[in-house]
């Protein structure tokens, strides 16, 4: 597709559930961000994937999120033990290359908006 | 640690009028500092960016303002129409560190007709 994919759009999930979240980058970029956005507020970083590097897990909040980039493509975000202060909204976001000089920015998906009840 | 500060939250401007949102930002490591715009239910789309080797950046009606020694810069928002009306994201990334960006907390900017 044209754009960033994320899936499903909506999840009700009740806790103490799993869930995963599915992102399809923009075919050819090799860097993929997850990003979460609570309501109302700015967006807070979880990890980075960029090509066959370890990705950088620093922003994941807790033991309970787990993320993995499979061919270097598809990514899924896996939340175990989903907790009501995990409702938020996914972003998934996908750019051309770690040099930003030849970057336009990340592209964003519409995201995964998360409801824990 | 906000790494990067973004005011006001909230912003009310009639059609036509300029809107301007700051940001802030500590670690002087960062060296390029986009804005994105968000409309409900989607994602955040980039706007504009600026590097700190140039102070002003304009494309169409928006505008950044960069001041390196004030470690701020701004979005001008000029002739404002309700069509603007989303959230605007700033954000900065650093050399070395992949594209990873930092982001504002975010500002809901109102234009009213």
């Known amino acids: 597709g044209a754009g960033v994919s994320q899936s499903p759009s909506n999840k009700v999930t009740e806790k103490g559930k799993d869930v995963e979240l599915r992102c399809d980058p923009i075919?050819?970029?090799?860097?993929l961000y997850w990003y979460r956005q609570s309501l109302g507020q700015g967006l807070e970083f979880l990890i980075y994937?960029?090509?066959?590097?370890?990705?950088?897990k620093s922003g994941l909040p807790s033991d309970r999120f787990s993320a993995e980039r499979t061919g270097g493509s598809v990514s899924t975000l896996t939340i175990q033990r989903t907790q009501q202060e995990d409702s938020a909204v996914y972003l998934c976001?996908?750019?051309?290359?770690?040099?930003?000089?030849?970057?336009?920015?990340?592209?964003f998906g519409s995201g995964t908006r998360l409801t824990v009840v | 640690q906000q790494q990067v500060k973004q005011s006001p939250q909230s912003l009310i401007v009639q059609k036509g009028g300029i809107s301007i949102i700051n940001c802030a930002y500590e670690?002087?490591?960062?060296?390029?500092f986009p804005w994105y715009q968000q409309f409900p239910g989607k994602g955040p789309a980039l706007l504009i960016a600026?590097?700190?080797?140039?102070s002003e950046k304009k494309e169409g009606r928006f505008t950044i303002s960069f001041n390196k020694s004030a470690k701020q810069f701004s979005l001008h928002i000029m002739d404002s129409q309700p069509g603007d009306s989303a959230t605007y994201f700033c954000?900065?990334?650093?050399?070395?560190?992949?594209?990873?960006?930092?982001f504002g907390g975010g500002t809901r900017l109102m234009v009213k007709p």
């Open positions: 976001a996908s750019s051309l290359a770690q040099e930003r000089r030849t970057v336009r920015g990340y592209t």
């Open positions: 075919s050819g970029h090799t860097a």
């Open positions: 994937f960029q090509g066959n590097s370890a990705p950088d």
């Open positions: 670690n002087t490591a960062f060296d390029y």
């Open positions: 600026i590097r700190p080797d140039v």
């Open positions: 954000a900065a990334s650093k050399r070395n560190a992949g594209n990873m960006l930092t």
